[in-house]
């Protein structure tokens, strides 16, 4: 048993989870390997929140059956939010998977390879950092959420919220930049939420200020998701105060009808989230507005679906997030609303989101040509450079040397509504 490979769908939580788990893994010895089947440990981590995601982990599931039945050796995990607090339906259902995991629960695995190896994981598993991250990466600073809106089923899966302490998050960031990494994105499925359970109540303006401060070879930090209820002034004045915060908020609404939003229970209004947008340019010159919404939500009428595209339309993010609505069983509206937007309906808001959105994309991001931008080079694409500038903007450039985690001043000659093309301004950073 040394090969392993996590098949992940869903969030950045889970693809941070997926990361930890492979650091607990690589330290009882085990290699990661490209090809799921080619794996004597394979895990998938799975994700609920909408029903096109539930179906790609149950096809994923259901195909590796045979596999499994013909190399009985091998072993078989299931991780994430498709794992609730129960899972005798899920071992009915699949009784070939060795191990189910709720979120962030790696022991029963962790414990499973160390007794398969002979060897004892209390010696030998330390904090599970990643060994081999990526130049860009996620650092988890809360777990779980406390809101309860009532289309949501991460509460009942990850739980309440839990904050990692300051000073372990600092020293994790120390880790990681020994690493290779250059930007770090603090996590959260509510992150402006950070640290009011923690002694002395830290907020995420701290924990912001004390990464910036204490981690000086970070070349970047970002943070995500937001909540409108949260989003203080304390963190958008730290946004605005620290030079290696980017200029990049992520903000859902998800729906634009103060009807809507109340069976939502999202607890503000239209009028009050655009307030908070127009705080937020006011403090922090030149900021990037990323947002989530919901079409289709129970109930939601013609006009209160306008509300939402007026949103779009006026606000003028540089990202927006649109799902149609999936009934999520467990949650709230599941138990008492009704799912009464038909299929082709919540299709058609959909493509009406996204036609809009491309549009003011197309609009803003014309706005990038001919300027220089700096980019945080973080791969390659079709033998070509790719990275992004402060405010999330994908680009792509030309060049023979190995430039993977340096900044460079790109001078944008082409864009689109999705990315930005240039060239090389100046030598790396």
Known sequence: MNRYHVWTVGCQMNKADSERLGAGLEQLGLVWTPKAKDADVLILNSCVVRQNAEDRVVGMLTSLKP???????????????????????????????????????????????????????????????PGHPNVTTHVPIIHGCDKFCTFCIIPYRRGREVSRPLDELVEECHKLVARGVREVTLLGQNVDS???????????????????????????????????????????????????????????????SDEVLSSMRRGYTNAQYRELVARVRASVPGVAMVTDLIVGFPGETETQFEDSLAMVQDLRFDKVHAAAYSTRP?????????????????????????????????????GYLGSTQEVLVDG??????????????????????????????????????????????????
């Open 67 to 129: 596999w499994k039945e013909s190399n009985p050796g091998v072993t078989l995990a299931l991780m994430g939010c498709m794992v609730g607090p129960k899972s005798d339906e899920l071992r009915a259902r699949f009784p070939y998977v060795d191990v189910f995991m709720a979120p962030q629960q790696f022991e029963p695995l962790i414990r499973l390879v160390g007794d398969k190896a002979g060897i004892d994981p209390d010696g030998c598993v330390g904090p599970l950092v």
């Open 194 to 256: 950070y640290g009011h359970d923690l002694p002395g109540a830290p907020d995420l303006a701290d924990l912001l200020e004390a990464v910036h401060d204490g981690v000086p070879e970070l070349v970047r930090i970002r943070f995500l998701t937001s909540h409108p209820n949260d989003m203080s002034e304390r963190i958008i004045d730290a946004v605005a105060r620290l030079p290696r915060a980017m200029e990049c908020i992520n903000l859902p609404f998800q729906a634009g």
């Open 330 to 366: 467990g949650t709230i509206a599941a138990r008492k609303l009704t799912d009464d937007v038909g299929h082709e309906e919540k299709q058609r808001r959909l493509h009406a989101i996204e036609a809009v959105q491309e549009s003011v994309l197309t609009e803003i991001n014309a």
């Open 380 to 429: 390659r694409s079709r033998g070509r450079w790719q990275g992004r500038t402060r405010t999330d903007k994908l680009v792509f450039f030309d060049d023979e040397r190995d430039l993977l985690g340096r900044l460079m001043q790109v001078r944008i000659t082409k864009t689109t509504p999705w990315s930005l093309q240039g060239h090389l301004d100046e030598a790396p950073a």
